[in-house]
Nanobody, 124 residues
């Protein structure tokens, strides 16, 4: 069983920064594709960023490109999402998800395991 625990959310003013962490259990963490997704009130869950197993490939939603950075530390079984220049539109619950098998994907339906989410609120 793979478990994911997010942390690092909170309230921040527009223009500020936060770093989210996702701690992942499992002996073969380095073989997981990991993604970050978010869901704002009354909106569908959307892709934010993803990182490949070895960390050599990353992808971002257009809305966060240039402001957010995803990284992973396989020795610590942790994936990070650094968020800079935050905007009120970034307010959402942020989820990390793991895809232990299969090819690299940006589609939420292809991720098998999910964390409980962490709230990010950006005030104007």
């Amino acid at each position: 069983q793979v478990q994911l625990v997010e942390s690092g959310g909170g309230l921040v003013q527009a223009g500020g920064s936060l770093r989210l962490s996702c701690a992942v259990s499992g002996r073969t963490f380095s073989s997981y594709v990991v993604g970050w997704f978010r869901q704002a009130p009354r909106k569908e869950r959307e892709f934010v960023a993803a990182i490949s197993r070895g960390g050599g490939r990353t992808d971002y939603a257009d809305s966060v490109k240039g402001r957010f950075a995803i990284s992973r530390d396989n020795a610590k079984n942790t994936v990070y999402l650094r968020m800079n220049s935050l905007e009120p539109e970034d307010t959402a619950v942020y989820y990390c998800a793991a895809r232990p098998e299969g090819s690299y994907s940006l589609m939420s339906r292809e991720y098998n395991y999910w964390g409980q989410g962490t709230q990010v609120t950006v005030s104007s």
